[in-house]
């Protein structure tokens, strides 16, 4: 059987509710109303017909007293019928009116009426005259007008008579009717109220069945559902419709299929773990345990059920555990704590515990997280971090971490030493305040310093630079610092400044320079005098010698040349290292670094039997020219001594890309192996371990070279052909404006 | 043209005497210290001092000092001699007034001319030289 089922909402069913019983008592007073005024119509219609006969019956009346008041006052002339049939005749046209009124709209008895008017005006002409001629005294006229009066009042009289008979027999008839009329329409009235009340009760009830049915009951079933949930049984079938209730069911059965599927999900989460999740009741005996406890601790699920959880703690971790458990349960939120478990084989395993108790449960849920690799990598990090304390706290290097803005966060404790300073008098302060800068400018003052912070990067980061600190309030001692980016974890940058105390090192530079330049001194001087002696034996400048003293006379002189050539090249390449070159950089020519080279070369070259070719060349370079020189005339110098006699080595110069001037000087000697080419510019390095004796080289002069042109900014190089001869060149930065060369 | 040679060193003044005198014809004077020195270049007038740098007592630039404070040294070239190194700031000394700067060891045949051209060079020859 189908069941009868509206879609209706629930507002609309309130709406039906209220509006169902209100229809129903508006169309019931209606009907009740409509009752009621055919009854008043009814009424009133009685009372008019009543009216209407009473009104024909004293019309009909007057008609006759109006004849009977004519006959006697024709008999006697009394005044008296005078004056009372003037009165009836002035009544009756009222009368009639009246009669008019009473009518109103009834077709028939208008017409009755209007017939009824013609003959009242005829009979009460007829009066009229029959009265004219009584009062002129015309007895005759008036006898026989009278008679004949008479017989017309009488026709006109009966006349009357059944016009208004006709009327108040119609009303008559409708008053007659009427208590019938009454009764139906009272008893119409009666049986309506009765079938009003009775419906009314019906459609209540009805009503009330129905929102039993479709709210009510529908509203038992997701309560049951919901009892249902809770008990983990199957949910009622779905309710029908489209109403809130419905919708009410549908959301409850969508909550309870997504919490099924949550919990399939926890379950699947519990079950698949990797950290061991059980539960502990009062006694300390797991209750719950999920599949991780195999992986981790080596026990399947049931062999843990049951036992005390104490069982798998080790036992020196079993006094700190037991408290930890203790403050679980009267803590208001989770509680974390660390212990060791004892595996099944026997291994130990660093668990960190999350502990929640449940009062409801009155039990421990526990996830017991394997931390055994972070404690390696922990202590590993722990050593680690220990290991570059010490390396850190025994350097010899001075170690300070400043912020951005130069505030000194961290020192180490050479840092204490080289500044005369304990840490905590060190950690606070400016590092411009460690500096000679401190003491020529203001380090409370922001501008100062900027201007120091941006001298100590510009100078000193990523790269070693040189200053002067202070400690002991005006000791300067002179330091070398690199200062290093450092990434800090919160995020901020701060830098490493190492601070190397050169002091000593500084006192040994000094101490070398000027041991180098006494014994410069000092053996200049008697060499100055000894090759001069030489030379003007040589020359016979004291008189002829005998040839075999010449000879050994001019052996002493190039002997001392060459010892006075080998201390140069080491005075020259000690300044070099020591960067303490000196330069005077200005435009200079190339022709004429030519010509003084010439002029230097000239002779040495002529002795060799070597001719030298100087391409001639207009450029400019931006150099210092005593120096290139010295470059060139040691590299022409080479080319001479390993050119074959009756050779010629050439000396040129071109524009290279990059505004440099590339200089070449090329041979034609025996070439310069390849392995030896890398090593050629190194000290104290000849091609042939001979080669110094028998060319008079100290193998310091490419040295001397590469410093010198690599101090100008420029590159030295060479490019050989064993047998062939050698190409040796440098390059130096072209001057930036032409210069007119004489 | 005559040359003031002033030098401590004894040696020194005989073999660069030698050398300009007898290889290079010219007119020497020497002088042993720095207020020696200063004595002969007002007496002599030379055409150029060879003025050693580094001498007790009065060194070199001290002397020079002294040369370009009197009106009647003022103008007399002076070239620096020096056992110093090639590094040793030739720029400074020559910054101090002197012409130029030859190192010792110089080459004895070589003097005279190295002398000569350094004064052509700066536009301090005498014609008559």
Known sequence: MRRFNLDLKISHKGFILVLVPLVFELVFLIVLSVLLQNAETEVQRQVRSKAIISQANALSKLFYDAG???????????????????????????????????????????????????????????????????????????????????????????QLQDELKGLTEDERKLESLSPEEQNRSRTMVKVSLVIGVVLNIAIAFGLLYYFLKSISLRLGTVTDNSFRLARGQRLNAPLKGSDEIAHLDDAFRSMAEALAEASRKERAVIENAADVICSIDMDGKFVAVNPASYDSWGYYPDELMGRRFIEVIVPEDVPDTIRAVRSVRGATSKVSFENRVKKRDGALVNVLWSADWSEKDRALFCVAHDITQRKLVEDAIKANEQRIRNIIEHMLVGLIIITKDGKVEQVNPRTESMFAMRSHELMGRHIMSLFHDSTLFNVEDQNDRNAFMETLFTKAFNRIGEFDCIKNGSEDFPVEISLSELTSPDGQTRYMANILDVSERKEVERMKKEFVSTVSHELRTPLTSIRGSLTLLAVGAMGGLPDAAKKVVSIAERNTIRLIGLINDILDIEKLEAGKLDMEMQDVAVSNIFERSEQAVNTFAANNGVTLEFVPQLNVMHADGDRLVQVLVNLISNAVKFSPKGASVTISAQEIAGNMIEVHVTDRGRGIPETFRNRLFQRFQQVEASDAKKKGGTGLGLAICKGIVEQHGGTIGVESEEGKGSTFWFRIPKAQQIIKVA | MKVLITDDEEDYRTIASTCLGLLSGHDVVEASSGSDGLAKAAEENPDVILLDLVMPGMDGQEVLANLRQNPTTREVPVIFCTTKGMFDGFEEMKKLGALAVITKPFDPERLGTQIKNILLTAGKLRSAD
């Not at chain 1, 009124?101 to 077709?107: F, Q, R, T």
């Not at chain 1, 009755?112 to 002129?136: N, P």
């Open chain 1, 68 to 158: 009977v008041a004519m006959g006697g006052y024709s008999i006697t002339k009394s005044p008296l019928f005078s004056d009372r049939y003037d009165k009836i005749v002035r009544q009756i046209p009222s009368d009639l009116v009246e009669l008019k009124a009473l009518v109103g709209d009834n077709e028939k008895q208008q017409a009755i009426l209007v017939r009824l008017q013609a003959i009242t005006s005829d009979g009460l002409k007829i009066l009229g005259e029959a009265k004219a001629a009584i009062d002129d005294n015309r007895v005759d006229v008036a006898q026989f007008r009278a008679r004949h009066m008479y017989k017309q009042i009488r026709q006109l009289a009966d």
